[in-house]
């Protein structure tokens, strides 16, 4: 699994932060799914601020929507 880690391109700050991200939460927060959701945020985000929200696919759009939805829900409830 740590194999992975070294092929994120740490250089590009579009890249390397969500994955730093979710790298951190994942343990802090005890859910994997926490610590994805706030690195696929996160991604979409930094993306989007870097401006190179072309290369943002449609699926991760969607799942972002969703997430962001989810803990909407959950400050709501």
């Known amino acids: 699994m740590c ?7 740490w250089d590009d700050l579009s890249e390397g932060f969500p994955a730093f991200l979710t790298l951190v ?3 802090l927060t005890f859910s994997v799914a926490t610590g994805l959701s706030l690195g696929l945020i996160s991604y979409t985000l930094v993306k989007i601020g870097a401006g190179k929200y ?17 803990y909407a829900y959950l400050a709501i409830g």
């Not at 194999?3 to 391109?9: C, D, G």
């Not at 290369?55 to 962001?68: G, K, N, R």
Request: no cysteine; proline share 7%.
């Open 3 to 9: 194999k992975s880690v070294v092929r994120v391109q």
């Open 25 to 27: 939460a994942t343990p």
């Open 54 to 70: 072309r290369e943002i696919s449609p699926l991760i759009w969607i799942l972002t929507a969703l997430f962001v939805l989810r």
